[in-house]
């Protein structure tokens, strides 16, 4: 497929000392981009010297190849060629999937657009599971007797009360909650509709198959969780492909967070708040 059909360049001998940000920079002079994979060697950790530019608009991307191929960017002559797209799935393995299967497709296709959840929100579920687990009750003692509408209400308020002051406490800019995010970042996911007693360290045995991990903040709850990658990359791989898979017993509901999440942006490696 060419360029001006996909509307993606593969980008060959990149100096490995460009971050994935640089590059952006380096093509965005030429119309907006709708991705940029630029893969980590899990060794090494630098880059691995190429990558993949995709622009909203394939004319924008026609430009961007006649201007930058045989250019020197870093030291280095850059390489550019029409990348590889995935090619759709035949239609006859997709009518065999049951309805199930290719609604989870769906979800998978389209986690990494803007949610409506509120980023805070804990469904009734986990509520139940706390309350259940705090007072050392089952979820049938929970959900009986004349209040439980006002019970749940009031156990929710006190948990998203909570949650907001643990992640306050552990550098998580509230305000980056208060209206829908104008940009949002490349290595920060939110992890929601966790179970009940979920702990920091499970979920980065999860995310760290995936690449290297700079902060994991799960408040006491357990339901909601904040896990930062070093490397968009790595984090990206990891976002398509836990994006409503199963975890114990509830599907990974992942969201990526606004780009000013943490007060302090500089990732800070291997911490994690349980």
Same mark, same amino acid.
């Given at each position: ?7 993606s ?5 990149l ?6 940000e640089e ?5 965005a002079v ?6 940029v994979?630029?893969p980590?060697?899990?060794?090494s950790?630098?880059? /691995?010297?190429f990558?993949?530019?995709?622009? @909203? #608009?394939?004319e924008h +991307? !026609?430009?961007?190849?006649?201007? $930058?191929?045989?250019t020197?960017?870093?030291g ?6 029409p990348?590889?797209?995935k090619?759709s799935p ?14 989870k ?6 986690a ?8 805070l ?12 687990? /705090?007072?050392?009750?089952?979820k049938q003692? @929970? #959900?009986?007797g004349? +209040? !439980?509408?006002?019970r749940?209400? $009031?156990a929710e308020?006190?948990?998203?009360s909570?949650?907001?002051q ?9 305000d980056a ?12 996911i939110?992890?929601?509709?966790l179970?009940a007693?979920?702990?920091a360290?499970?979920i ?5 198959k ?12 357990g339901?909601?969780a904040?896990?930062?990658f070093?490397?968009?990359s790595?984090?990206k791989?990891?976002f $398509? ?9 509830l599907?990974?509901?992942?969201e ?6 943490f007060?302090?942006k ?9």
């Amino acid at each position: 497929e060419s360029i001006a059909e996909s509307g993606s360049i593969f980008v060959r001998n990149l100096a490995y000392t460009i971050g994935e940000e640089e590059l952006t920079q380096h093509f965005a002079v030429f119309g907006p981009l709708a991705d940029v994979t630029m893969p980590v060697d899990k060794e090494s950790r630098k880059t /691995k010297g190429f990558a993949t530019v995709t622009f @909203v #608009l394939p004319e924008h +991307a !026609v430009t961007a190849y006649t201007e $930058l191929d045989g250019t020197v960017f870093h030291g280095r002559m850059l390489h550019l060629l029409p990348a590889k797209t995935k090619s759709s799935p035949d239609k006859e393995e997709d009518e065999d999937k049951n309805f199930k299967d290719k609604k989870k497709d769906k979800q998978k296709a389209s986690a990494g657009q803007s949610h409506n959840w509120n980023t805070l929100f804990l469904g009734q579920n986990a509520v139940v599971d706390v309350i259940a687990s /705090k007072y050392n009750l089952s979820k049938q003692e @929970v #959900l009986t007797g004349s +209040a !439980v509408a006002v019970r749940l209400a $009031l156990a929710e308020t006190q948990m998203v009360s909570d949650t907001r002051q643990f992640l306050e406490n552990n550098g998580v800019s509230l305000d980056a909650f208060n209206q829908p995010p104008e940009v949002r970042s490349k290595t920060v996911i939110l992890v929601k509709n966790l179970p009940a007693k979920t702990t920091a360290a499970e979920i980065k045995d999860i995310f760290c198959k995936f690449g290297e991990l700079g902060r994991v903040v799960l408040p006491p709850t357990g339901v909601t969780a904040i896990v930062e990658f070093l490397e968009p990359s790595e984090a990206k791989k990891s976002f $398509l492909s836990l994006a409503y898979t199963r975890f114990k017993n509830l599907p990974l509901y992942l969201e990526w967070a606004p780009d000013n999440t943490f007060s302090d942006k500089e990732n800070k490696k291997n911490t994690d708040a349980p």
